[in-house]
């Protein structure tokens, strides 16, 4: 069998995130954006090891002030922003152990490009003691979704931009897939959520909640995304899936802008699923509908405003390494 990534609900050794740091990138969404990670990170670590990239000595000081007591480690490295899944290195397993793989970064298409942000799948890699394969083409890890049996999904706003792998189509980038992550099935959605600065990185549209079995938002009345999730339903209903609907977000703006606040960025760990709300009307009902895609599993929402100012939420700062 080739090394592949497990689904996410299966077993982790650790859940790898990061410690936002950066006045210049966060303004004034700093400090609330550090204590909503730090809640994440204190949730997390009641299950499971919560290894934490701090970008210099004042943020690990204040990350430790706000995490004493919890299981974490503390890893001093100049990354630039805090989007693990799309920087760190996607954890694959096989019967010979782990492997890491990890991939070509450009800023999203080269549009946020921080010094650091291209280094940090291998330095994570390297303290998680896992070999790692660099592969020279763009894939970020919010941008595929899996369950663990050899199915992706992803969008084709994403992978077959011009900004990411310009001299590739469908067919060579499926071949990647193949090769590189043991996928043997690719479900292909269109377009992402609107205002999406990551070209609709599927992990904010649709999420594997069990084998063939996949999470889509149900669009309200006047969702900016109503042809979107429409679009997706049908895809993955023709392409023979269970789909499961979650309550959608709907319009959500900050400052007259339209941001892509989302439920389905939540983050599965070991006996525990986390589910960004944002103080709006869906958010219990999304919580309770993505609780029941995991019996025996607590699962609780928690406010991700200020990550959200940042582009993304719990899925899109948190990578996990499974057990061997």
């Given amino acids: 069998m080739t090394a592949r990534q497990p689904a996410e609900w299966a077993r982790h050794k650790a859940t790898w ?9 966060w ?26 990239l701090v970008a210099n000595a004042a943020a690990e000081a204040q990350a430790r002030s706000m995490l004493a007591g919890a299981d974490v480690g503390f890893h001093h490295y100049g990354f630039g922003d ?46 998680a003691g896992v070999p790692l394969a660099r592969h020279g083409w763009v894939l970020e890890g919010g941008a595929i979704d ?8 992803t969008t084709e706003q994403c992978l077959l931009n011009p900004n990411r792998n310009p001299r590739m189509d469908q067919a060579e980038i499926e071949s990647h897939l193949r090769r590189d992550l043991g ?5 292909w959605l269109g377009e992402g959520l609107e205002g999406d ?29 109503r042809a979107v999730l429409v679009d997706a339903h049908d895809r993955a209903r023709d392409f023979g899936l269970e789909v499961v609907l979650i309550p959608s ?12 606040a989302s439920h389905m960025n939540f983050y599965i760990c070991n006996g525990l699923v986390v589910v960004p709300t944002y103080g709006v009307a869906s958010d219990a009902a999304a919580v309770a509908a ?14 991700a405003d200020f990550i959200l100012t940042g582009g993304g939420s719990f899925h899109c700062i948190t990578q996990q390494q499974p057990e061997a």
């Fill in 17 to 25: 995130t990061a410690f936002p740091s950066h006045p210049e990138l």
């Fill in 27 to 52: 303004e004034d969404d700093l400090a609330p954006a550090q204590a909503e990670v730090a809640a994440l990170v204190r949730a997390v670590a009641k299950h499971e090891r919560v290894e934490l």
């Fill in 82 to 127: 805090i989007w693990l899944r799309d920087t760190g290195p996607l954890f694959m397993t096989s019967p010979a152990g782990q492997a890491a793989a990890g991939f070509r970064f450009n800023g999203w298409g080269g549009k946020y490009t921080l010094a650091g942000d291209d280094g940090v799948a291998a330095y994570v890699a390297g303290q």
């Fill in 146 to 153: 899996v369950d663990g049996s050899g199915l992706a999904v």
């Fill in 183 to 187: 996928i043997d099935e690719i479900l």
């Fill in 197 to 225: 600065h990551t070209d609709g990185h599927v992990d904010n549209l649709a999420r594997f909640v069990g084998p063939r079995k996949l999470a889509l938002p149900a669009p309200t009345t006047d969702d900016p995304n």
């Fill in 249 to 260: 977000v709907g319009r959500y703006e900050r400052d007259g802008e339209l941001v892509p």
């Fill in 290 to 303: 993505i609780r029941a895609c995991f019996p025996g599993r607590e699962t609780i929402g928690l406010r």
